[in-house]
């Protein structure tokens, strides 16, 4: 059984974080209607059907195997909005593999058809839906741009008509792009949608064209890259290597090819980070997929902050001093696991949020907010999952000091401590406790409110609970409470498998 002592006294400040840390995606394929990763059956949930993709690797948004069509999502829909809009204050991304070939008919000529050298069409009415949400929600845009083969004619460098067209519709429309990454995912080149035979050169070229053009005409947009993929996860993870083949496999160029010889500097690292691979590509990718039976342990929820720690000497050298942002994050790649909707894949998202706020100031975009397995909210009903509780949580209790608590992590007990969201004096610690089977004794030093989480009788719950109590909707657009329960001072049981916010 881990016991932890409580004590303020020894708290020391690490840094600021940034106050929309908690962010997400909205991916561009949701917008426009398209493919997105084929919801799992119950019988693939169960382990009962095996996960089968034919032939190799290569454009996997065009993959049958993987993929299946999704209509447009309504952002303009009561209970999306209610939801999302308790998150306070956000950053949206609207980006993903597919915006890298997607094209920007504002003026209505295409019928829906898709030009050469694209895949989809988004509409006027489309993009101001986005600008309308990111409006409602208080919330700041970044975006990537298209860079497929339609954006260069004749194969020369990027024709920035598309650019300036999604730049100047969301200006005149009164709602900038706050913030712009060239292209999703550049150091898989081709299987993330640039042309045939596109090279790091290629991009580090496009991408200062790009930039330029940014930081000549919309000065106020940060400039972010190079949302690279991979290499903070390369190397052994722990002994099995579980997870640590996402860098090597699909790695084809690093961070330093696709910078090289750039003139524009930018304003903020980017990285991807999953924990590894979704059973839907472990059978190509076996070394970089973990068992859900794993997925509680200190080696994988290690995995966040290993990437986050091998990602900054890039940022140190291309933005010394500036922020890192993770611009997709998620349980794995390939649409989640099918525990990514259930309660177990709680400890690794409110421990990636508690144990990157100790290395870095940034922002984290989880992905997704309403789409495939690991979205926040179910695709189409906007019910919300487990996650979903634990980020607004987050949001409401956590503020934006970072404290040293002293203790390292270890099974039973990663824990983690902030100031408190409402200005108080006085901290929030999180305590996740990991431990499938023990209990975790704490010890505060005064009353406490105590937020309690955990899966009741099964770790793969559909449901979550607060101090017992089940979390769900209560109406068509409201949840349920989420008041705490009050501690005297003194010592105090947390059931294992639980993750708990506690406020003094």
């Known amino acids: 059984m881990k016991k932890y002592?409580?004590?303020?006294?020894?708290?020391?400040?690490?840094?600021?974080?940034?106050?929309?840390?908690?962010?997400?995606?909205?991916?561009?394929?949701?917008?426009?209607?398209?493919?997105?990763?084929?919801?799992?059956?119950?019988?693939q949930i169960a382990g009962t059907e095996a996960f089968t993709v034919s032939g190799g690797l290569s454009d996997f948004t065009a993959m049958a195997d993987l993929?299946?069509?999704?209509?447009?999502?309504?952002?303009?829909?009561?209970?999306?909005?209610?939801?999302?809009?308790?998150?306070?204050?956000?950053?949206?991304?609207?980006?993903?593999?597919?915006?890298?070939?997607?094209?920007?008919d504002f003026d209505g000529t295409t019928g829906g058809k898709a030009p050469s050298g694209y895949?989809?069409?988004?509409?006027?009415?489309?993009?101001?839906?986005?600008?309308?949400?990111?409006?409602?929600?208080?919330?700041?845009?970044?975006?990537?741009?298209?860079?497929?083969?339609?954006?260069?004619?004749?194969?020369?460098p990027l024709d920035l008509s598309q650019t300036k067209k999604i730049f100047y519709l969301s200006h005149e429309y009164g709602v900038d792009i706050d913030a712009a990454e060239f292209m999703n995912e550049p150091?898989?080149?081709?299987?993330?949608?640039?042309?045939?035979?596109?090279t790091a050169e290629d991009y580090a070229r496009d991408q200062d064209i790009f930039n330029g053009w940014v930081r000549e005409n919309y000065p106020k947009c940060l400039i972010v890259g190079p949302c690279t993929l991979g290499e903070g996860s390369m190397g052994k993870v722990d002994s099995k290597n579980q997870g640590a083949g996402i860098g090597v496999m699909m790695q084809m160029c690093g961070t330093d090819d696709l910078m090289r010889g750039t003139k524009v500097p930018i304003d903020v690292f980017s990285y991807h980070y999953y924990n590894g691979i979704s059973e839907r590509l472990a059978s190509?990718?076996?070394?970089?997929?973990?068992?859900?039976?794993?997925?509680?342990?200190?080696?994988?929820?290690?995995?966040?902050?290993?990437?986050?720690?091998?990602?900054?000497?890039?940022?140190?050298?291309?933005v010394p001093g500036g922020q890192m942002w993770v611009t997709e994050s998620g349980d794995a790649g390939g649409g989640g696991d099918t525990w990514a909707s259930t309660y177990l894949d709680v400890l690794r998202t409110l421990n990636e949020l508690g144990s990157f706020a100790t290395v870095t100031d940034g922002v984290i975009f989880h992905n997704t907010l309403a789409s495939s397995d690991y979205g926040f909210l179910r695709h189409g009903t906007f019910e919300p999952r487990p996650n979903y509780f634990a980020v607004l949580l987050w949001n409401k209790l956590m503020g934006t000091t970072v404290y040293d608590c002293g203790d390292p992590a270890g099974e039973g007990a990663h824990v983690?401590?902030?100031?408190?969201?409402?200005?108080?004096?006085?901290?929030?610690?999180?305590?996740?406790?990991?431990?499938?089977?023990?209990?975790?004794?704490?010890?505060?030093?005064?009353?406490?409110?105590?937020?309690?989480?955990?899966?009741g009788d099964s770790v793969r719950s559909t449901v979550m609970y607060l101090n017992g109590k089940p979390l769900g909707l209560i109406s068509d657009?409201?949840?349920?409470?989420?008041?705490?329960?009050?501690?005297?001072?003194?010592?105090?049981?947390?059931?294992p498998s639980s993750c708990t916010f506690i406020v003094i």
């Open 284 to 318: 190509i990718m076996p070394g970089a997929h973990w068992d859900g039976d794993d997925a509680h342990t200190d080696p994988y929820l290690a995995v966040a902050s290993v990437n986050a720690k091998n990602y900054i000497p890039s940022r140190d050298k291309y």
């Open 187 to 198: 150091n898989m080149l081709g299987m993330s949608g640039a042309p045939r035979n596109y």
């Open 5 to 43: 002592v409580i004590s303020p006294e020894k708290n020391k400040i690490i840094r600021e974080v940034d106050p929309r840390l908690m962010s997400y995606n909205v991916e561009m394929t949701e917008v426009t209607g398209g493919t997105f990763w084929k919801a799992y059956t119950k019988e």
């Open 477 to 495: 657009n409201e949840i349920s409470d989420l008041s705490p329960r009050n501690e005297p001072a003194g010592e105090i049981a947390l059931s």
């Open 67 to 104: 993929m299946q069509y999704y209509p447009p999502i309504d952002l303009y829909n009561e209970r999306l909005r209610a939801l999302a809009s308790k998150f306070g204050p956000v950053w949206v991304r609207v980006s993903g593999s597919w915006a890298t070939k997607t094209y920007y």
């Open 416 to 455: 983690y401590c902030h100031s408190r969201k409402d200005g108080k004096e006085g901290y929030v610690y999180l305590v996740i406790n990991n431990s499938l089977t023990e209990d975790t004794k704490i010890t505060i030093p005064s009353d406490a409110e105590v937020y309690e989480l955990n899966g």
């Open 119 to 156: 895949q989809s069409v988004l509409t006027r009415e489309q993009w101001i839906g986005v600008l309308d949400f990111v409006k409602a929600m208080d919330a700041k845009l970044l975006i990537s741009v298209s860079n497929c083969e339609g954006d260069h004619p004749n194969g020369g």
